[in-house]
């Protein structure tokens, strides 16, 4: 919480950037740059916080009043800012129109509509300062749970029925005692913080904005388990979570939350960060553990259960961002505070990475039980450019898309994989009605084909095979048969793979098969792509009447297909075009047609 | 292999090669200093850490990390998650591609670019994105691409170009 300034300034008493890693991309650094010398002259303290989740709205600075009001302001620039200071800060006088939310604004729904507690400090504390962290309750959990003894601190977390936030849902409280009882003096505790999924990214602001929870909950954990080592597995793409997680690390050293003797308890326990090395499957645990062994990370199969044999073959449990930080809340607020949100089976809230085609992407903690509608349209505040919503896709490569008709579809674990998709970590994409659904599956198998470790035959050859039938369906090549075939395979590599990247590899495939039939059909009977996605399957025509002869597409082609002279209507050689879309995107009249 | 490398590979292998399974914070410590490893340098780091050269080899060729050949003085990483893919990536895919000669998976023949291909930078909301070396850039247009590496292109001209290390923070 802020605290006061000693010489309040119109009310005004901190001022928050938001540098996570989105905002830096929209130009945050800029933007606090600039306040960091303007409110310096007055005396206004500024702090950097991490994301505050409305990642549409980045760059993003909040400005916090003595009496705790706020004012949210979204899509700052250095210009803008000076605006803000000065009418605002100084002058008292919010600028309404560039509010995205307070008091006066309409859009706070975003934030308020959501029930947060794994994101409970994400966007108040400032990531490299531990005493914000603690200032926000945090360590107090590691307190209460260090006065109980192990036993105890694993049933609080299974009374809580936290499930594992990965995609698995595996009980949490139950890996920690399959740890626990097997004997044995060496333990590991592991962080996997491999965030792979493409379209995922709630692990990573977790990790950016609110470092000391995922710490605190593997504190606890190694207390549970009697562990006196643990590892964090971070993905290499995140150089900015490393970074803050290094320094936190640190810094709860020098407060003795790690290291001997842990707030005297007798407890010892420390982390060592590794790196990943870009490779999906290590998001897997099997896999994940063989590269922190310094190894090709490659799948083995189970049991035995790292619960048993895991690290370096010693006992260890495994759990995933999200669900370290989760854990300090249940022991700060109690396990039934905790069981008292989401549903019979789901317990507590799921953090969702929303983004596609929706208006407001973000993060989002919602209740489990809330429905993918209420997510994307109360919330996300619907689909972009007034289109209509196609398909929810959950769970990266290996979930499956969630056809309109099903949104009404509560997200809990068991829902979510009745209506052919998983909960997965997290991530949530929106698709409009021109998303072509064999694009999509194309898409995605391509993906498992880079990342396939090899190990199985039927997860090497058998999504290579299906990447190849779908590249021919989307060049107008499809036969019949091949979507006979694809659906084969899709089968045989779910069955024939060790792990759960083979094993769920098929499902955008199967699910687009059974969901959006028409439109394979549509590539392999008409060699048409019904949403004018398939390169192979369209053309590109300038309309006469309606070219200008302005020459701007001309002057854009990657191909100097366009050929015309000024002011006069301009054509495209259909033997050239390479169907990359730059001469629509780029012409001001709409006489760029696609059919 | 030239002795100045020789040295600065062993004292990387003395500094990181600090406890069990280090093989790979050894391979990016010399990647991230160096810019890539090459089978020459792994022949190198075996000697010097005791770890057999095929192992090393094993792991700089499964994890897409490592690059055995030299890179460009930048790189673009044009990311090809989900929500970028849904909103255009291949567009920018093919406007970088332009506008620094190189194919994806390449390097210019002036070797001021890198392109590369990266499954998912996670600024999904505000795709499609690029990361030039450690910046981020948000909601790419494939007709501004050229512009915004343009400034790359000058910066990284003068003399003081720094050793074109991977994802390594700039603290």
Known sequence: ???????????????????????????????????????????????????????????????????????????????????????????????????????????????????????????????ENIDDYIAAGGYEALAKALAMTPEQVIEQVTKAGLRGRGGAGFPTGLKWHLTRIVPGDVKYVICNADEGDPGAFMDRSVLESDPHSVLEGMIIGSYAIGARQGFMYVRAEYPVAVRRLRHAIEQARERGFLGKNILGSGHDFDISIREGAGAFVCGEETALMMSIEGRRGMPTPRPPYPSEKGLWEKPSSINNVETFANVPYILSKGAEVFASIGTAKSKGTKVFALAGNVVKGGLVEVPMGTTLREIIFDIGGGIRDGRELKAIQTGGPSGGCIPASLADTPIDYDSLAQAGSIMGSGGLLVMDDRTCMVDVARFFIAFSVEESCGKCTFCRVGTRQMSEILERITHGQGTPEDLV?????????????????????????????????????????????????????????????????????ARNCPVNAITGEVRKPHLIDQSLCIKCGMCQQVCKFNAVTVS | MDQALAQQIKEIVDRVNTEPGSAIPILQAVQNTIGYVSKEMIDEIATNAGIPASDLYGIATFYSQFHMEPRGKNIVKVCHGTACHLLGADRVAAAVEMATGAKEGHTSSDRVFSHERVACLGCCSLGPVIMVNDEVHAAVKPERVATLLRKYRQSKSDSEVKASAASQPSA
Not at chain 1, 27 to 52: F, T
């Open chain 1, 485 to 553: 075939k694809l659906e084969d395979i899709a089968i045989k590599v779910k069955q024939g793979s060790l792990c759960g990247l083979g094993q769920t590899a098929p499902n955008p495939v199967l699910t687009t098969l059974r969901n959006y039939r028409e439109e394979y059909e549509a590539h392999v009977n008409e060699k048409r792509c019904p949403t004018l996605k398939c390169a192979a399957l369209i053309t590109y025509t300038i309309d006469a009447d309606a070219c200008t002869g302005c020459t701007l597409c």
């Open chain 1, 1 to 127: 919480m802020p605290q006061a300034s000693p010489q309040p300034n119109n009310g005004v008493t901190e001022v928050r950037v938001g540098l996570a890693s989105c905002g830096m991309a929209a130009g945050a650094s800029q933007v606090n740059d600039y306040l960091r010398d303007a409110l310096a002259e007055h005396n206004i303290p500024l702090k950097s916080v991490g994301c505050i989740g409305m990642c549409h709205a980045e760059p993003l600075v909040e400005i916090v009043s003595g009496d705790g009001e706020s004012f949210m302001y979204g899509k700052v620039t250095p210009e803008r800012a000076k605006t803000i200071v000065t009418e605002h800060v100084l002058g008292g006088k919010p600028v309404e129109d560039w509010l995205v939310m307070g008091c006066q604004a309409t859009a706070g729904d975003y934030v308020k509509r959501q029930t947060r507690i794994v994101l409970r400090n994400c966007g108040h504390i400032d990531p």
